[in-house]
T-cell receptor, first 114, second 109 residues
Framework: ETGVTQTPRHLVMGMTNKKSLKCEQH?????MYWYKQSAKKPLELMFV???????ENNSVPSRFSPECPNSSHLFLHLHTLQPEDSALYLC?????????????FGPGTRLTVL | DAKTTQPTSMDCAEGRAANLPCNHS???????VYWYRQIHSQGPQYIIH???NNETNEMASLIITEDRKSSTLILPHATLRDTAVYYC??????????FGTGTRLQVFP
């Protein structure tokens, strides 16, 4: 248990569906991150939020829409995804972004797009 | 951010020290060396990080060469649960963690 939870753990969706991934951290951190890990590829940073403000968007397609209502919660809204978007989506948090501190990762959501 | 180079895979006998090397010859003066690991199908786990000095915590030791062009992560007494992919990352801060392909460490009985 890292103090970062993600739901659902597994998700199967069609290309026309809309779904959301949820991340919650219980560590009192101020920065949260979304990563994507495709099969046999390195982790790719998608978004960074610091004190609820988005500070990094790593050229992510608009079919992925993040939302950070407060420092403890982070969502990734998904719509009209493609099969190549199937991957493990990981959420992480740290005390603050832009500093040399450690990130705590959640267990991930395994997404399959049919 | 500096690129790092790690061996693709390594083996280690249980109970022995695992020494995982990492080259980061283009690292800049204000970039830290971070180590994370990822056990199969789980999220990455932070291990240790350092700037210039050697570091030690309850999980591992990090030895950084004086010229900072390479480093070694040491797991002093490897167990089967240490089998994972280990990532060495050179970055200025947590926003810039670029995970490569890492070293797959297999600990055997």
């Amino acid at each position: 248990e890292t103090g970062v939870t993600q739901t659902p753990r597994h998700l199967v969706m069609g290309m026309t569906n809309k779904k959301s991934l949820k991340c919650e951290q219980h560590l009192g951190h101020n920065a949260m991150y979304w990563y994507k890990q495709s099969a046999k590829k390195p982790l790719e940073l998608m978004f960074v939020y610091n004190f609820k403000e988005q500070t990094e968007n790593n050229s992510v397609p608009s079919r992925f829409s993040p939302e950070c209502p407060n420092s403890s919660h982070l969502f990734l809204h998904l719509h009209t995804l493609q099969p190549e978007d199937s991957a493990l989506y990981l959420c992480a948090s740290s005390q603050e972004s832009g500093r040399d501190n450690e990130q705590f990762f959640g267990p991930g959501t395994r997404l399959t797009v049919l | 951010d500096a690129k790092t180079t790690q061996p693709t895979s390594m083996d280690c006998a249980e109970g022995r020290a695992a020494n995982l090397p990492c080259n980061h010859s283009t690292i800049s003066g204000n970039e830290y060396v971070y180590w994370y690991r990822q056990i199969h199908s789980q999220g990455p786990q932070y291990i240790i990080h350092g700037l210039k000095n050697n570091e030690t915590n309850e999980m591992a030791s990090l030895i950084i060469t004086e010229d900072r062009k390479s480093s070694t992560l040491i797991l002093p007494h490897a167990t089967l649960r240490d089998t994972a992919v280990y990532y060495c990352i050179a970055a200025y801060n947590t926003d810039k963690l670029i995970f490569g392909t890492g070293t797959r460490l297999q600990v055997f009985p």
